[in-house]
């Protein structure tokens, strides 16, 4: 199976920049690479999905290198409702299946 | 888009008994999916459920403990059968929105078995 990591926690203060990075060394090539923000009692709530290079929305970039092995989400400026549990949601090359990353828990402070 | 409503949000069950979780989407979709989140850790997919076909089920789940249905296109149940606390979870229905917006989910059933 394809194998993620992401960082356990992150900490960070109001107005700040924030990337997260979920490493995955073996994806399917042809998947596109989600990231996911969740609250307690909440389920995830997407927030941007790429192929490669750098995409941009309203609420976040995700920039993903050449080789795809890992993925990074920027957070411009967080807030303190920014508090919650990212994931990232990459595809098993062996299974075809899609594989959520660990999880980075990120707080942040006023 | 299309929202997603489950239900219940929450249930304490008596070990041995059996909890019927219902997603129901607002448009027709073709697959939907379920997923157990236990607690502090990531989702794992149980299987994925076909209108009118069988489920599929992922390594460690099976159809005798976690039966599906999917009698329509917006509309799916997942039942936990014969429950021990190891059972107690949080478990997710879920659809693919469309290509660019990810997979839409229910706000989750959070089961505790005693």
């Known amino acids: 199976l394809a194998k993620t990591t992401q960082p356990i926690s992150m900490d960070s203060y109001e107005g700040q920049e924030v990337n997260i990075t979920c490493s995955h060394n073996?994806?399917?090539?042809?998947?596109?690479i989600t990231w996911y923000q969740q609250f307690p009692s909440q389920g995830p709530r997407f927030i941007i999905q790429?192929?490669?290079t750098k995409v941009t929305n309203e609420v976040a970039s995700l920039f993903i290198p050449a080789d795809r092995k890992s993925s990074t989400l920027s957070l411009p400026r967080v807030s303190l409702s920014d508090t919650a549990v990212y994931y990232c949601?990459?595809?098993?090359?062996?299974?075809?299946?899609?594989?959520f990353g660990t999880g980075t828990r990120l707080q942040v402070f006023p | 888009s299309a929202v997603i409503s489950q239900k219940p949000s929450r249930d304490i069950c008596q070990r041995g008994t059996s909890l019927t979780i219902q997603c129901q989407v607002d448009?027709?979709?073709?697959?939907m999916f379920w997923y157990r989140q236990q607690p502090g850790q990531s989702l794992t997919l149980i299987a994925t459920?076909?209108?009118?076909?069988?489920?599929?089920?992922e390594s460690g789940f099976v159809i005798d403990k976690f039966p599906i249905s999917r009698p329509n296109l917006t509309f799916s149940t997942l039942t936990v059968s014969n429950m021990s606390p190891e059972d107690s979870s949080i478990y997710l229905c879920?659809?693919?929105?469309?290509?660019?917006?990810?997979?839409?989910f229910g706000s989750g059933t959070r089961l505790t078995v005693v």
């Open positions: 949601l990459v595809g098993d090359p062996y299974t075809d299946k899609l594989i």
């Open positions: 879920s659809f693919l929105q469309g290509s660019g917006y990810g997979y839409t």
């Open positions: 459920a076909n209108q009118g076909s069988e489920a599929t089920y």
């Open positions: 448009s027709q979709v073709t697959m």
């Open positions: 790429g192929y490669k």
């Open positions: 073996n994806i399917a090539t042809n998947d596109y």
